[in-house]
Every structure is written in C-alpha cells, then in structure tokens.
C-alpha cells in the first residue's frame, strides 16, 4: 500500500512582472470587480511560459504550471533544475510561505522548511537564545527543545561558543547552528533547499548523513532542493525535475540525474567537429558521444564517455599516428593518447575509429582536446587544437565531499595493502 | 484515484488558493505560543543592548513628553486641568497613549520588518502582531510603574487625587486600548505591503491623531472652546479611552458609559476587519512586498 503523505495537484503560480505603480492598482480593482460580480479572475487566463531569457507578450508569468506530484512517507525527493526552473517557488508553496495561485496540496503530516537556515537568528543574542528562538519559529515548543538542547549543541560543534552572540560567529558556525536546531525537528515532512553549499566538508558529511537518518530510522519524509549532484545522488529515492516552471521528468534518482545531464548541455562546450573538405589525409569528424551513442558535452562522472573519430588516409601517409592530448579547466595536460596506423591494419580511405574513455577516471573538471595526425619528426597533416571540449560533472565519486578542493584530475585505484 | 486505498489517508490540512471568509485558528496559536513569548523576550531583551542607559529609556520618553506638554499647554498656553496638578495629568494621558501608538507603530509594520522570516518559514503570522502587543505591555508597565511613583509624590503632597470604584477596570480599559491598536496596526500593516503610501500616511496620522484624543487637555474643555470642531473628539474612540483613564486614576473627568459602549464596538469591528484583512495578505504577500 502507497502510504502518500504528501499530495500536490495541479499548483500554479502566477506573478506579475514589472513594478508596482497606478497600473497595478487598476488591475486590482478590475479584479476585485470581477469578484465581486461573481466571475473568474481576468488575468489568470493570459501569462506566459516562465522563460527568463526570452521577451515576453504578457506582464503575467506563470512561475509554476499544474505541476502534479506526490511523495510518500520516508522517501527523499530531491528536486532539480536550473536557476529560475521554478524550485524556490514550488518549495515556498510547500512549506505555506505563499499561496498557489490555483492548485491544492494536502499534507499528511507537520511540516518544517530549511528554505535558508538561520531564518529569524537574532545577532544579538547568544547562540542558546536562538536555538530556542529558532526552534520555535520552526515549530518547536519550548518543552521539546529543552530535551533536545544538549544534543543539538554537540551536533552544531559549536559548545565553546554557545553563549557568546551569533553576530560574533564565523558564517560557518553560523550555518552549523541552524542545520543543528533544524535536524532535530521532528516534522513528518522536512524541507530542505540548498543548505549543503556552505559549510566544510566534514559538516557537509555530516549533514547528507542526518538527512539519511531522518528519512530511514525516523520515517520522515524529505524534500531536498539542490544543485549537488552528488548529494542528490547519495540522498534521494526520487527525483524531480523542473524546467521552465513545469515537471519534465519524474523517477529514480539515476535516471533523474541522466535526464538532466542530457537536456541540459551547455552550450559552450563543442561536441562534435566536421571537415568534409579533406582532400588527401586528415580528420574528417570527431564526436563525444554517450553509452547511446547520442552526442554530448556533459557527462556524470560514472558515465561512459565515446570519441568517434572518421579520418581519411592516403596511400602515402598509412605509417603515421593519430593521437589526442586531454587538457582541463587549468591547462594542465592529463594525458595523450597516440595509435600507429601500421600496427592496426589501417586502409587506404575512410576509416572510422571509436575511442572509450576510461569511466570513473577523469575526475570533475571541464576538458579540452586536441587531436593530431602525424609522421613522427616528419610530417604534421592534420593538426586540430582544442576542437573538442566537454565536462565531467560530479554525480557521487569518492571524492565529492572535497569538491572545490584540488585531490588531483585523474581517479587512482592504488593497492593499498595493510601489513 | 485507481488505488482505492489511497482515500483512506486522512489529511491534516490543505492548502489552496481560496480564502475562507473569516479564519482566525486560535488552535494554531495557542500551539505556537512558546514562540510568541520568545519573541517577546527577543524585543524585551535586545532593544537597548548596546545602550548605556539601557531599560531607562523607557522612563526617559514619557517623562520629558509630560514635562514639554506641561510647559508648553498648560503654562505658555494656559489649559486649565482643574484640581490635578498638569504634569501628573499629561503623564497620565501619555503613558496610555504611548501604548496605543506602541502597539500601532510595531504592528503596522509587521510584514515589512519580517519579510526575511515570513519569506522562508510558516507560523501563524499572527504571532508576530500579538507579540508586539504583549511585550509593549511589558514598557507600559515600566512606565506605570513610574507613573505610580509620581503619584505617590503628589498625593503625599496633598494634590486632590484619588481613586474610585472604577479603578478596579483600568485593566480591561488598557487591553481595549492594545486591542484597538493591534487591530488597526494589522489593517494598515497589510494595505502597506502592497502600497507603501500608507507607511507614510501613519507617521505624521499618528502625531495628528494625539491632537485629537484629548491626551493634554480634558474632553471638556474643546467641546467649551471648540464648539464646532469638538464633535471630531467626540467621535474618536481614542479619546474616551484617555478621559476614562483619568476618571479612574485621577477622578477627574468624566466617564460616559456611552462612550465607553461606543468604544467597544469600534475596538471589536477594528480588531475583526484587522484580522480580516491580515489574514488574506498574509497569504501570498510575499509576492509583493
């Protein structure tokens, strides 16, 4: 039996654009007018598709559209998107802050948002003073965190300092205090957005694990906001994405995660490469392609990642080599790869080859190619400098909680024995 | 709805975009009123840290006030207050005043000073209003107390004052007054969120409004000296609520049931529109604040 304990249908939410002046004022009053004569609200039939990049017709934009959804107890929802997809506004709905302009959500259970923590931290008073303060604001009684006060001091690891001020803090002890009083709420539904992009690696840990316990051994119920792909990954069941304020994908987290990666390349990166013009040898196409053999710039981390080459060789050139050197974000060269012709029986002609990258080796960064055929000490024939580039983005290596650290470009297994 | 057994879930609540007529859950906020008592103690304890004189700036504004009002209507001016001597008269009318406007100013602005909370976490907002109302309460009390003391002083003194058998009400007088502050602060703190022309609006309504609330003269006089302007004090139920305090601290003045009973309706239809119209802000202000 699905035991749903949180149910959303059908949200919309509208905004209107601009500033408010005499013109909003109109609108208002032909909309209480309206109301007033028993009939719908005028302006909640135009509005357009929430694209910020774009001009648009219409003085209304709808942030969110019927978005339908439901979350059952004890599962971590992790809901992903690009800025302006529509998260923020769906988690505000969620956690009450502001109403949907049409649309229901029924809850079966309390409640409690982590939007931003250290929402209503007082700088003036001392950090015990606002776990109380805060933890009411959350919805705590006094009572509740009275019993709990011991544990969430020694979770926030900021004892030495509990009775000093808060504005006296470092913004890391800052978010250590808030995540604490947060994570011993007991809501059955938990909202979380964003609150792992500060704070240090061992906090961060610690953190993803609190959320873990919370879901598994408490049966609460989780939703999880977040660019992290990595704690995406290790947290959540499910996933959700939005895109231009509606759910385009809906279901396990892996293949959430592909999902997005997919429809969201970056334009900037150059994924494949064509020179139909070669007359005698020389690199006609190169292309990154994926496990489907769908060409791609963005890869996760664990993904297989594919470079289709097609060159041209003449009679006169079948002992070169054709080789590529990896280079990342910093211009550090990772590594080369090189092929003699004359040891894999290349033809006279076209000739297509298919290049897999090790998967779990190059570690996140953005990378560059650049391909080469050649004669040794001879001659260059085709030479094309940083043509291909791409990125590997982190989707839960082993290193993910030093992200922003550099542990080095390449994943090494090294034999670690114990004597 | 293919899994029938889905219905069985019982909801704790819904939400959507329509808005009950009238909703004021007093469940809600009883479970809350930890919160509204730490927040209390937050306005309590943290408005004069980082000030030498600290609680004493409590004292210091009421006191200079009746001093000026003193100089300035009873001396220069010459407004006769009877047998009361005019400083312990205008404290009077000061101290009830300032809680009134207290209670106004703090409330009127709620959206506004706590958009940040408001923005990011649900509690009955309703709180916060009630909070402000409460721990001005606890101000009011400071400045009775000093009140009190002048008091004494005067009465020792031998100055005709004293108590009656009203007194005894002087509590329910000042829960009207805080009421009737709470519920217009709610009202404008909602029209503010959209059309900040109300924000100025209240600053220089509320100077005005003390003009004509009989704070430093007696309701008698402007019906003497005004006869056709007096019925603007008349009709402000701010300015029975004064005369009333001084009937029942000073026995000075008269206390009209009726005006009393016209009060009180204004204070409720005030409250319920306060509530009325917070709670439909309330909702999606956020969006335009």
Redesign the interface.
């Known amino acids: 039996m699905k035991d749903i304990i949180l149910k959303a249908e059908n949200i919309s939410k509208q905004y209107r654009l601009g500033q408010v002046g005499t013109g909003t004022m109109a609108h208002d009053l032909n909309r209480w007018w309206h109301q007033i004569r028993g009939k719908e609200n005028p302006y909640l039939k135009i509005g357009d598709i929430n694209d910020r990049s774009t001009k648009g017709e219409s003085d209304y934009v709808w942030a969110l559209q019927d978005i339908n959804f439901e979350v059952e107890r004890g599962e971590i929802l992790g809901i992903i998107g690009k800025n302006g997809a529509g998260k923020s506004t769906l988690l505000k709905i969620l956690s009450r802050v502001t109403a949907p302009t049409t649309g229901s959500i029924k809850f079966g259970g309390r409640v409690a948002s982590l939007l931003e923590v250290g929402t209503g931290f007082n700088g003036e008073m001392t950090g015990r003073e606002n776990i109380y303060l805060n933890g009411a604001i959350l919805g705590m009684t006094k009572k509740e965190i009275t019993s709990k006060i011991d544990e969430i001091i020694e979770f926030s690891g900021c004892e030495r300092y509990i009775d000093t001020p808060v504005k006296r803090y470092s913004s890391g002890m800052y978010v250590r205090l808030a995540f604490a009083v947060a994570a011993f709420l007991e809501p059955e539904i938990l909202i979380v957005d964003e609150v792992l992009a500060v704070g240090d690696a061992e906090f961060q840990k610690k953190a993803i694990g609190k959320m873990q316990d919370i879901s598994q051994y408490g049966g609460r119920t989780v939703l999880f906001v977040s660019h992290n792909m990595a704690a995406i990954k290790q947290l959540c069941t499910k996933t959700i994405i939005m895109e231009n304020g509606m759910i385009v994908f809906e279901g396990k987290t892996d293949d959430g995660i592909d999902y997005y990666l997919q429809s969201n390349q970056y334009e900037g990166y150059i994924g494949h490469y064509v020179n139909e013009a070669i007359q005698e040898s020389g690199i006609v196409s190169l292309a990154l392609v994926d496990n489907n053999n769908v060409i791609r710039t963005e890869f996760g981390f664990d993904e297989t990642v594919v470079i289709k080459i097609k060159i041209k060789v003449s009679e006169k050139h079948l002992n070169a080599h054709l080789g590529f050197r990896v280079v990342d974000r910093n211009e550090r060269v990772i590594f080369t790869s090189e092929i003699k012709f004359a040891e894999k029986n290349v033809n006279n002609g076209i000739n297509d080859f298919e290049v897999q990258l090790p998967t779990k080796f190059l570690a996140p960064n953005a990378f560059r190619l650049t391909f080469g055929l050649h004669i040794p000490n001879q001659e260059l024939i085709d030479y094309l400098e940083e043509c291909l580039s791409f990125e590997i983005v982190e989707t839960g290596s082993e290193f993910y909680m030093y992200n922003g650290n550099d542990y080095g470009c390449v994943f090494v297994h090294c034999n670690w024995v114990l004597r | 709805m293919n899994?029938p057994?889905?219905t069985n879930?019982?909801?704790?609540?819904?939400?959507?975009?329509k808005n009950k007529f009238f909703s004021l859950n007093l469940k809600e906020v009883w479970?809350?009123r930890?919160?509204l008592?730490?927040?209390v103690?937050?306005d309590v304890?943290?408005v004069y840290?980082?000030t030498v004189l600290g609680p004493l700036w409590y004292l210091i504004q009421p006191l200079f006030t009746s001093i000026t009002f003193t100089i300035i209507f009873n001396n220069v001016a010459g407004i006769n207050t009877g047998t009361v001597p005019p400083f312990l008269f205008n404290l009077a009318g000061i101290t009830v005043w300032n809680y009134f406007t207290a209670c106004l100013n703090g409330t009127s602005n709620t959206f506004g000073a706590n958009a940040?909370?408001?923005?990011?976490?649900?509690?009955p907002r309703i709180i916060v209003p009630l909070s402000i109302v409460v721990s001005n309460l606890l101000k009011f009390g400071i400045q009775f107390f000093i009140f009190i003391c002048f008091y004494g002083y005067y009465y020792f003194q031998g100055a005709a004052i004293g108590m009656n058998v009203t007194t005894l009400f002087f509590p329910l007088l000042i829960v009207m007054m805080g009421v009737l502050g709470l519920g217009l602060g709610m009202f404008i703190s909602s029209l503010v969120t959209?059309?900040r022309d109300f924000s100025n609006l209240i600053g220089f309504g509320v100077q005005l409004l003390m003009y004509l609330s009989a704070v430093m003269y007696p309701m008698a006089l402007i019906k003497e000296k005004l006869p056709t302007y007096g019925w603007l004090v008349e009709y402000n139920p701010l300015a029975y609520v004064i005369e009333t305090t001084r009937y029942m601290l000073l026995d000075v003045g008269q206390i009209s049931l009726y005006g009393l009973g016209y009060t009180f309706l204004v204070t409720i239809v005030v409250f319920l529109v306060g509530v009325l119209i917070f709670n439909r802000t309330e909702?999606?202000f956020?969006?335009?604040v």
């Open positions: 899994q057994e889905q879930t019982t909801w704790l609540f819904e939400i959507t975009p479970q809350y930890d919160l008592l730490l927040f103690k937050r304890v943290t840290k980082q940040g909370i408001f923005g990011k976490v649900y509690f959209k059309y909702k999606s956020i969006d335009t």
